[in-house]
């Protein structure tokens, strides 16, 4: 049954309002089952009598509605009292204000002043005051990857991160991994292996596989390495996918994807010149 009582704020009023709403409805439903036209006030001028229909289809149809409004009012009396009882969570909470400050940022080898307020992520104060629109926001709590950039080098989720605790560091986001016009090794293989389709979540993975590749030519292992002791002397596709796990594509390009770190790991990429690189640009930057 629905209640269309005036819900000033949703507090203790309206939700009070609620069950006396559906109390009166019973009522009134009880007292024209009950009557059956035999009641002292069963009077043809009576207004809401006019439809009083003794027929037993009509009884029947009506006790169904009496047994469903109970029902609803027990179900729901709990929840509304538990709502009314529970004050809203920004009730008590006061918001404070922090003013922006200056947030010296190194972004791609070019210096950036943002004046933020130091709980913005990075994420948000790459696209959001930066302008660079390449790192994306996926799911905006570290499960996705789209967000991952660079830090001095290693990768991170950039959602999970917040701006002011990476002065100093030195930024590279996908728009900063191309040198002079020339893409990347892994932007290149990505083309080549056509390891992407909406293109989403490719910058993550891009700055995800740079940093996969570093970290295996510096000797770090992973849960699928045999001996931990020993780095293996090839990238396999199972090291491949492990190490790139953090990093979900919807769109399920993923054999592509290993395959394009595998072509760059054996050194088979091609030299980025042709149509094929023309294409690419032009669709990624459909991508906002
Ligand atoms: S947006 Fe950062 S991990 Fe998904
Ligand atoms: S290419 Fe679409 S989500 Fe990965």
């Given at each position: 049954m629905a209640c269309h009582a005036p819900a000033a704020g949703f507090g203790f009023d309206a939700a009070q309002a609620c069950i006396e709403l559906i109390r009166s409805?019973?009522?009134?439903?009880?007292?024209?089952?009950?009557?059956?036209?035999?009641?002292?006030?069963?009077?043809?001028?009576?207004?809401?009598?006019?439809?009083?229909?003794?027929?037993?289809?009509?009884?029947?149809?009506?006790?169904f509605l009496q047994s469903a409004a109970a029902a609803a009012a027990a179900g729901s009396a709990p929840y509304v009292h538990a709502q009314a009882q529970t004050p809203p969570a920004h009730a008590s909470v006061a918001r404070a204000t922090v003013p922006p400050r200056a947030v010296k940022l190194d972004i791609n080898g070019r210096a950036y002043t943002l004046q933020i307020e130091p709980r913005v992520t990075l994420l948000d104060a790459l696209r959001e005051y930066a302008g660079l629109m390449g790192t994306k926001k996926g799911c905006g709590r570290g499960q996705c990857g789209a967000c991952t950039v660079l830090a001095n080098g290693r990768r991170i989720n950039s959602c999970l991160t917040l701006a002011v605790m990476h002065e100093g560091d030195a930024i590279t986001t996908i728009e900063g991994l191309a040198s002079n016009g020339t893409l990347s090794p892994v932007q290149r293989a990505f083309i080549e292996q056509d390891a992407f389709q909406c293109g989403y979540c490719t910058p993550g993975q891009i700055c995800s596989a740079t940093a996969l590749l570093t970290e295996f030519d510096a000797g770090a292992a992973s849960t699928v390495t045999a001996d931990v002791r020993r780095?293996?002397?090839?990238?396999?596709?199972?090291?491949?996918?492990?190490?790139?796990?953090?990093?979900?594509?919807?769109?399920?390009?993923?054999?592509?994807i290993v395959a394009a770190v595998q072509s760059v790991?054996?050194?088979t990429v091609g030299s980025g010149t042709g149509d094929t690189y023309t294409t690419f640009v032009i669709k990624t930057s459909d991508v906002a």
């Open positions: 409805k019973q009522n009134i439903m009880s007292r024209n089952i009950d009557c059956q036209g035999s009641c002292s006030h069963h009077d043809a001028n009576t207004p809401h009598h006019d439809d009083h229909d003794a027929s037993p289809s009509s009884t029947s149809r009506r006790r780095r293996p002397p090839q990238l396999t596709q199972e090291e491949i996918r492990e190490r790139m796990s953090g990093n979900i594509c919807r769109c399920g390009a993923y054999v592509n790991h054996r050194g």
